[in-house]
């Protein structure tokens, strides 16, 4: 069992900047792969991005990879997802989610087994 922890969240002005952290509480993320996921209001959940944590190959959903970039702290123990030039369009929930899904099903929910509570951003415009 993995229980994940997500931080960074916030309201922030359209054009900032924001960094979301998922660490592991009580164990690794050694053989997972580590996504991030968003839901806006009455929408499907949405893949932001993903990484393997044993080899750090990441992919990206539609339009993601120009703004958002995901990254992995093997000292810290912990997954990243640095967000630029925020837009209202990306105010949703955040979700960290961890399984291991195999190589073409990164961006498919449902091969995920683990996920975080969510985390809230705001995108003021």
């Known amino acids: 069992q993995v229980h994940l922890v997500e931080s960074g969240g916030g309201l922030v002005q359209a054009g900032g900047s924001l960094r979301l952290s998922c660490a592991p509480s009580?164990?690794?993320?050694?053989?997972?792969?580590v996504g991030w996921f968003r839901q806006a209001p009455g929408k499907e959940r949405e893949f932001v991005a993903s990484?393997?944590?044993?080899?750090?190959?990441?992919f990206y959903g539609d339009s993601m990879k120009d703004r958002f970039s995901i990254s992995s702290d093997n000292a810290k123990n912990t997954v990243y997802l640095q967000m630029n030039t925020l837009k209202p369009e990306d105010t949703a929930v955040y979700y960290c989610?961890?399984?291991?899904?195999?190589?073409?099903?990164?961006?498919?929910?449902?091969?995920?087994?683990?996920w975080g509570q969510g985390t809230q951003v705001t995108v003021s415009s």
């Open positions: 989610a961890a399984g291991r899904p195999p190589y073409g099903g990164v961006r498919n929910r449902y091969e995920y087994d683990y």
């Open positions: 009580g164990g690794t993320f050694s053989r997972y792969v």
């Open positions: 990484i393997n944590w044993n080899v750090g190959l990441t």
